[in-house]
């Protein structure tokens, strides 16, 4: 005699996304006492293990491979309409199988932080309306409530009044509920999709300059192609006016009533880039950042969802926000590198807006004055359409750029004479000179001049650096800091010497050589208060002589137009670092560093120090173009057999001794190996080795590269590994995680 249990569930099954480690759906039945239709795009409350976590229902079906007597219910579905499009549902499916991710994970990462909890969502909102029976006499009999005669008045003429702006009206609750219990106005649950889209802005009030002619073709060719998918490289130095292209094509969707989606890095989104937009478009805008107090960001989330937001401008996980109508994506620096999220689900959001452009069948703008070499490789395989503007627009004018060897020589805090000179000479002249390096705090090396002992991080392989406001050790890899030695720990010498130069170190070097002139230090150290960063933008911008010296956080977003001198203390370290994109990233830096002179009427110069000045790279950067440069390093990576060429992946593991990580990699790297030859697979395998930074945060940490000249090769690879190593028996404390075109190989 069979029993039910025994055979396979049909009828109803519910695939839930689950954020848990495993790569998979999880089959729930429909919940016992509801009557409630779950639609993929749902989120629900289940139980899993011992707990109950919020899923997201991804599809039904109507058979099971578990048992019916082991199929639980669903405990609760908490929402009558899927969150996300259909297009961007279907973006985060792909997203999750490109990337190797669990999908549970990767929604996860794509809701607000409340809904995740699975607090609810309001569909709908409450509003205030005058009764239909409202008469003179009940007015009358207002009698002399002036406040209330006013906010019946505001809500008739208006028509109706949402209760979220009866306060912002000048009008507080009592007024309102008294005018409720008279009966003379009544509330009405709205649907928030009812709230309406935001209205199409109309043309011909707006001020937008003349395109020139390399932008006016721009223009043209995305234009004629408003309706459909396609993927444009804006390809123009700092000035060139892409920031113009993207609006006046931005204008053209509001005008008809189509949202507009901007991504900027990290560091770009600015009140400088957000004004602009402002300016221009009298729309609803908003902001997405990590900033943001949760009910902030769901508010924002809701409104480009309801569509009543026009343009939704935000950083890399801004990708992620539903659009009810959208008619542009772009990427805005599309080359930087805070595009690709570094943990958890590594996505690049510049490759996710391509696919969601994709999905959403509209165009997808990418701009940058120093294009990724993924991105100019796919103009040249005509994936991409290749738009470039060639002049500075307006009248600012071009900047030169110059390398000083400084091979041979002595060095004064990491300035060459020549270089001091013409710092002088440019602040005699009563402009303003920035200095570039890519070195926070003090100096990077503390070491005894005794014994040879040098500060380093215990939790890492890395030396300590040295800082001095506040004065400490610190290691920028895993936030370690300690107390500054006054005597060295091993001889007890007291003759501890710092090496090599800091942003710090600069900083007293400058002031003591150009004590009349006020030098300004921008890093993620002098920076960490918002005020005082706006105060410093605030004195450059007044345009006075000063000295400014900074990291990587002066390359973007902001415009000081009264530099005349931009010098980059020291381009080598790009030039030879293991990281396989450590050249592009360093003329990508040195470009826009350099973009921020002579953007005004003043002319200006570029100076680049290094040792190897003859070097073919910085040559073809200097005497060529970017054009050219990036021309030269295709051509290495081509036969290099590096990306774009090839596709990467990276298998790491961690773990707090070395051998467990990588006796873990061997074993998945004998089943990649099995894996390839039984399915006739041409995957090249590099490794398991130690990682470049070998260990980092107490973790030693190995890694197994994964290449292929296909991309669907080796995705469909990566899908078989990662349901064998999930199967694998993992050592306890090993964390294991897959990289898909990795940012670097560090
Ligand atoms: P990018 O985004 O390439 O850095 P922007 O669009 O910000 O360039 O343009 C640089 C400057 O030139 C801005 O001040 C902008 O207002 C101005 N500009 C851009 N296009 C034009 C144009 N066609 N005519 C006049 N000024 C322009
Ligand atoms: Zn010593
Ligand atoms: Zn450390």
């Known amino acids: 005699m069979s029993t039910s249990t025994s055979v396979k569930h049909r009828g109803l099954i519910i695939r839930v996304a689950i954020p848990s480690p495993l790569r998979r759906l999880f089959d729930y039945l429909p919940p016992s006492d509801s009557e409630q239709t779950i639609y993929p795009g749902v989120r629900v409350r289940v139980p899993f293990g011992n707990r109950e976590v919020v899923g997201l229902a991804v599809e039904c079906v109507n058979q099971s491979n578990l048992e019916t007597g082991r199929l639980k219910a669903i405990s609760a579905v908490l929402d009558v309409e899927p969150l996300f499009t259909p297009a961007l549902f279907r973006t985060l499916l792909w997203g999750a199988s490109y990337y190797q991710h669990p999908v549970g994970e990767v929604i996860h990462s794509a809701l607000p932080g409340r809904l995740r909890l699975g607090k609810s969502y309001k569909t709908a909102r409450i509003i205030w309306r005058v009764t239909g029976e409202h008469t003179e006499e009940r007015v009358t009999a207002l009698g002399r409530a002036k406040k209330q005669r006013a906010l019946l008045e505001l809500i008739e003429n208006s028509g109706e009044l949402a209760d979220s702006e009866v306060e912002a009206s000048g009008f507080s609750r009592s007024i309102l509920n008294q005018l409720r219990d008279k009966q003379l106005i009544e509330k009405h649950w709205v649907a928030v999709a009812d709230q309406g889209f935001f209205p199409a802005i109309d043309e011909s009030g707006l001020q937008a300059p003349t395109l020139n002619n390399d932008q006016q073709a721009a223009f043209q060719s995305i234009a004629r192609r408003l309706d459909e998918f396609s993927c444009f490289l804006l390809d123009g130095v700092t000035g060139s006016g892409k920031t113009e292209v993207y609006m006046q094509v931005m204008q053209r969707q509001l005008a008809r009533g ?18 602009r937009f402002k300016k221009r478009f009298a729309c609803p805008l908003v902001v997405l950042h990590s900033g943001l107090t949760d009910a902030d960001r769901v508010a924002a989330w809701n409104q480009a969802r309801n569509g009543s937001a026009a343009i939704i401008i ?35 959001a510049r490759d996710l807006a391509v696919m969601r452009g994709r999905e ?3 165009p997808v703008i990418l701009g940058s004055a120093t294009p990724s070499l993924e991105s100019l490789h796919n103009c040249s395989t ?10 500075r627009a307006g009248n600012a004018v071009f900047t030169s750029m110059e390398l000083v060897d400084i091979s041979q020589g ?155 001198l931009v010098v980059v203390l020291d381009a080598d370290a790009g030039l030879f670092s293991a990281d396989f994109r450590g050249q592009e990233h360093m003329a990508q830096t040195i470009i826009q560093v350099a973009g921020r002179a002579g953007r005004a009427e003043r002319a200006g110069e570029v100076y680049i120090q290094s040792r190897h000045a003859g070097h073919a790279v910085l040559q073809s950067l200097v005497r060529g173009s970017y054009a050219e440069f990036a021309q030269l390093l295709l051509m ?6 590096m990306p774009p060429f090839q596709h990467l992946a990276l298998l790491r593991a961690e773990a707090k001794e070395l051998q467990p990580a990588l006796a873990f990699l061997n074993r998945v790297g004998a089943h990649a190996g099995t894996l390839c030859a039984k399915q006739n697979l041409a995957i090249d395998r590099v490794g398991p080795v130690p990682a470049p930074m070998e260990k980092r945060a107490g973790r030693y940490r190995v890694q197994l590269q994964l290449k292929s000249p296909s991309r669907g090769m080796l995705q469909e690879f990566l899908s078989h590994l990662c349901v064998q190593i999930e199967s694998m028996n993992q050592p306890a404390g090993l964390r294991w995680s897959i990289d898909v075109d990795p940012q670097d190989l560090i």
């Open 636 to 641: 290495e990576r081509q036969s290099a057999a």
């Open 258 to 275: 189509r949202q507009c989606l901007v991504l900027v890095p990290e560091i770009g989104l600015t009140p400088q880039t957000v004004t």
């Open 410 to 564: 002595t060095l004064d805090s990491g300035f060459s004479e020549q270089l001091l000179y013409k710092m002088e000479q440019h602040l005699n002249a009563r402009n303003q000179v920035l200095v570039f390096i890519n070195r926070r705090g003090f100096a990077p090396v503390l070491s005894c001049t005794t014994c040879g002992w040098l500060a380093e991080c215990d939790k890492c392989i890395a030396q300590l650096t040295v800082h001095t406001k506040p004065p400490g050790l610190r290691c920028h890899h895993c936030g370690t800091s300690r107390k500054l030695l006054s005597g060295c720990p091993i001889c007890k010498s007291r003759d501890l010497a710092t090496f090599g130069v800091g942003t710090q170190k600069i900083e007293e070097f400058l002031k003591s050589r150009f004590p009349s002139c006020p030098v300004i230090r921008i890093d993620r150290d002098s920076t960490r208060s918002r005020v005082r960063f706006e105060a410093m933008l605030e004195q450059i911008n007044k345009g006075d002589s000063c000295l400014m010296l900074g990291t990587q956080m002066l390359a973007k977003g902001h415009h000081f137009p009264n530099i005349t």
């Open 314 to 348: 935000g950083t890399r996980s801004a990708i992620f926000t539903p659009l009810a109508n959208p008619g542009l994506i772009v990427v805005d620096e599309e080359h930087d590198a805070s595009f690709k999220q570094q943990d958890g689900f590594r996505y690049s």
């Open 360 to 362: 959403e069948g509209v």
């Open 382 to 391: 005509d994936k991409f359409d290749h738009l470039i503007l060639s002049e």
